[in-house]
């Protein structure tokens, strides 16, 4: 039965034949690959790390964890009973089904054995990047309502308790000193059983909250559910070409969702070992990681590649890459010129994904066995029916641009947004439509384009940068009266972020101030979301209504006319 199953998903990662393979393709079909669909016991962990031990491969490696001072293998067994014993502690302090559950923490074993001893509990998992700055922390803990976090003593100080009151339970990975009212991981895990029966749980219920950024209001909480994993799995195996012998890296953190469905779900419900490197990026690093651990499949962003791009030749040609087999790149638009530049360099063609935090999975992509057009972003998956619409949900002819949109539902879609369903219906309201707030076109041969995002969200080093998360932090210091925060387009970060401030009376617009306005968004907010370039304004262009126009900055910016201005102020 179990060979079986395998053999008929195998075949479906052969897109030889697109249209055929869309043809045949049933959702169905990838379903009876888990254990679930005989016997209706779901569970994200069980499925990712629980069954590999069941089905004989628990001797495999499952995680190889290294940064610059360790560097430690897991294997699926070890993971097991890792993830039991932090299933067991939280049981212990009454943690369950439907609880959020949160991580802040760096990239460390400890991450993914917490993250999965959640999920055994049925508690829905919420990572935060660790570079989150107070602020950042308390609104994405405070809308989720999370009575309980996992983080270390270094980023603690970043966690405001007073103003959390739901938020029950600390568990601290590293030195605990008493009466501090927290719980040492280290100590609780050395007494926790390693024997734990999932929480098994239904396919429509929570799985993870991953924060991201919409054009207005702060963060959206995108809520997903065991269901996803189907799509993690197929996408996994068709897409990433995961087999059995690769070695994987994708090279997101699971603060991000690229870093939990393909840094965590498709590799493990793979049954494939998952390379995970903690510690900051630099050429050297990464392609010494490559070479140490012979990765074979490797899964970044343009962002990187145009790094790695610049780093030059004689940096990756000192490096043995041959192990490589299969290079793909998500989060930004991918330049043909970094597509060109990676098959001299690697030998590989990159291959582009498209996808989002809310599609939870990949949808648009190009397949290993696909002729790439450098520059696109492939095609739709089998299973999933993509187009270009007007602003009336009609589709429009091939070559023109307009709303790239997704024919709904697909197994990985979210389910809600967090404490505000009125955000998710906007997603919704071309009928039969999600429509994902980019634009694109598609071209004759069926392949998308990206051109943009149609609202104002910022793409910087392939992070998503909701523009008013940063101006209401910036209105936050004492000289800014006004600001309005856009992304301007740079050669290696896609865009960075440009604040335009009016200052508050008697406050002079110096460089120090720039400076410090600067530092005053990275170490309340995130170093990620900190205006790289700041420019002082008498006065911005407001509409009638007060609302900052981003638009006619972004025309200043670019010296491009400023449009319709019949709305403006003044
Ligand atoms: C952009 C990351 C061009 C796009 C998984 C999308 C891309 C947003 C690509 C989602 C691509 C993602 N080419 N742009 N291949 N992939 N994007 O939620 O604007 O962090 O809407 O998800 O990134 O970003 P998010």
């Not at 994405?140 to 009151?165: F, N």
């Not at 651990?293 to 590649?305: G, K, R």
């Not at 670019?558 to 319709?564: I, S, V």
Request: aromatic letters at 10%.
């Amino acid at each position: 039965m179990q060979e079986e199953n395998m053999q008929s998903t195998v075949q479906t990662s052969n897109l030889g034949n697109y249209e055929e393979a869309r043809k045949q393709f049933s959702w169905e079909e990838v379903e009876r690959h888990f254990t679930w669909y005989a016997n209706g016991k779901v569970n994200m962990a069980h499925e990712a790390i629980d069954r590999h031990v069941d089905e004989g491969r628990g001797n495999k490696t499952a995680l190889i964890y290294s940064d610059a001072s360790r560097r430690e293998t897991f294997t699926f067994e070890e993971l097991k009973l890792l993830s039991n014993r932090f299933g067991n502690v939280l049981r212990q302090h009454g943690i369950g089904k439907g609880d959020r559950v949160f991580i802040f923490m760096p990239r460390s074993p400890e991450l993914y054995v917490a993250l999965l001893g959640i999920l055994k509990t049925g508690a829905i998992a919420g990572p935060l990047f660790e570079a989150f700055m107070e602020t950042a922390v308390k609104d994405r803990l405070e809308d989720s309502g999370a009575v309980a976090l996992i983080t270390t003593p270094q980023l603690l100080g970043r966690v405001s308790r007073e103003e959390l009151p739901e938020l029950k339970q600390i568990i601290v990975v590293g030195e605990v000193h008493s009466g501090e009212d927290l719980i040492s991981y280290d100590d609780e895990m050395r007494s926790a059983s390693d024997e734990l029966e999932p929480e098994w749980l239904d396919r429509e219920d929570g799985l993870l909250i991953h924060y991201t950024s919409g054009s207005t209001g702060k963060p959206k909480g995108v809520y997903h559910v065991q269901n996803a994993m189907i799509q993690h799995y197929y996408t996994g195996k068709m897409v990433l070409d995961l087999r059995e012998d690769d070695i994987y890296w994708c090279t997101a953190d699971p603060g991000w969702v690229t870093g939990t469905s393909y840094g965590i779900f498709a590799p493990w419900l793979n049954g494939v070992t998952n390379v995970v490197r903690g510690g900051r990026f630099s050429p050297q690093d990464w392609y010494s990681t490559i070479e140490r651990e012979n990765v074979s499949v490797w899964y970044s962003a343009p962002t990187a590649f145009r790094m790695l791009m610049g780093a030059g030749e004689q940096v990756h040609e000192q490096f043995r890459l041959d192990s490589l087999r299969h290079v793909l790149s998500v989060g930004e638009p991918l330049n043909p010129e970094v597509v060109r530049w990676g098959w001299k360099a690697y030998g590989h063609r990159i291959h582009d994904t498209w996808w989002m935090t809310e599609t939870g999975a990949q949808l648009i992509c190009n397949y290993p066995e696909m002729d790439i057009k450098p520059g696109s972003m492939g095609k739709p998956l089998p299973g999933i029916e993509a187009a270009i619409v007007d602003d009336h949900g009609q589709e429009v002819p091939p070559n023109h641009m307009g709303n790239l949109a997704i024919r709904t539902p697909w197994p990985s879609m979210m389910r809600t947004i967090w404490n505000n369903p009125s955000k998710y219906e906007e997603y919704f309201r071309l009928p039969g439509w999600y429509v994902s707030g980019d634009s694109a076109y598609m071209d004759e041969d069926g392949y998308f384009w990206f051109q943009g995002r149609i609202d104002d969200v910022i793409n910087s080093s392939g992070e998503r940068i909701g523009p008013f998360e940063v101006e209401s932090k910036l209105i936050e210091h004492p000289a800014v009266a006004e600001a309005g925060v856009i992304g301007k387009p740079d050669s290696t970060r896609g865009e960075i972020i440009k604040a335009f401030i009016a200052l508050r009376e008697g406050y002079e617009a110096t460089d120090e101030l720039k400076e410090e306005i600067y530092r005053f968004v990275k170490e309340g907010l995130s170093a990620h979301a900190a205006p790289r370039e700041i420019e002082f304004k008498d006065k911005l262009p407001k509409t009638r209504s007060g609302k900052i126009m981003r638009r006619v900055l972004k025309a200043w910016e670019l010296d491009l006319p400023a449009g319709d201005l019949s709305t403006i102020e003044d």
